[in-house]
Antibody
Framework: EVQLVQSGAEVRKPGESLKISCKASGYSFVTAWIGWVRQMPGKGLEWMGIMNPRDSETRYSPSFQGQVTISDDKSISTAFLQWSSLKASDTAMYYC???????????WGQGTLVTVSS | QSALTQPPSASGSPGQSVTISCTGTSSDVGAYNYVSWYQQHPGKAPKLMIYQDTKRPSGVPDRFSGSKSGNTASLTVSGLQAEDDADYYCNSYAGSNYVFGSGTKVTVL
């Protein structure tokens, strides 16, 4: 089955670091772009950035440049989203998505809820 | 990169049609044939409904259709059904990245 499976919910304190994952299965990981999307509680969808696993080219949306790091490990077909110092405002649901057809995000992970609270 | 503009809400009775607009600029919606639309039910991941402006993925009912004119794209849901009650987001390629619309809550009365 073609799917993206994300890591489980996380609770952290402000200032802590965090790395969440998105594991691809059922297709060749390097053949499709991976994107990360933030959805704050009760709010809309926001692109954080996209990555081409073939060469690890990464493009960040302006609002997220320098705030997060997107990476991958091709040996385990997994993409990562990482924070070095979390803020309470990072509390949100985070989705990964796949694009095989240009401009089309047809496969989504189930989401990872990140809660940042002291 | 500003979010694409969508109306906050739209509604219709079962069987009726509703059209949602998505207004961008000549740098995103108007520049590429890469507008897509996503349906999201509460607590669920988004689901692709329309891609490349007008194409429908297999499995999506033909009640859903997309169109575009200039810098404005539209999603039309014909023959509204109860399960269409959800949030809808447009999305466009913007040259090096993507941008979502602000989202529209569709209510089936």
């Amino acid at each position: 089955e073609v799917q993206l499976v994300q890591s489980g919910a996380e609770v952290r304190k402000p200032g802590e670091s965090l790395k969440i994952s998105c594991k691809a299965s059922g297709y060749s990981f390097v053949t499709a772009w991976i994107g990360w999307v933030r959805q704050m509680p009760g709010k809309g969808l926001e692109w954080m950035g996209i990555m081409n696993p073939r060469d690890s080219e990464t493009r960040y949306s302006p609002s997220f440049q320098g705030q997060v790091t997107i990476s991958d490990d091709k040996s385990i077909s997994t993409a990562f989203l990482q924070w070095s110092s979390l803020k309470a405002s990072d509390t949100a649901m985070y989705y990964c998505a796949r694009s095989i057809v240009p401009g089309t995000w047809g496969l989504w992970g189930q989401g990872t809820l990140v809660t940042v609270s002291s | 990169q500003s979010a694409l503009t969508q109306p906050p809400s739209a509604s219709g009775s079962p069987g009726q049609s509703v059209t949602i607009s998505c207004t961008g600029t000549s740098s995103d919606v108007g520049a590429y044939n890469y507008v897509s639309w996503y349906q999201q039910h509460p607590g669920k991941a988004p689901k692709l409904m329309i891609y490349q402006d007008t194409k429908r993925p297999s499995g999506v009912p033909d009640r859903f259709s997309g169109s575009k004119s200039g810098n404005t794209a539209s999603l039309t849901v014909s023959g509204l059904q109860a399960e269409d009650d959800a949030d809808y987001y447009c999305n466009s390629y913007a040259g090096s990245n993507y941008v979502f619309g602000s989202g529209t809550k569709v209510t089936v009365l």
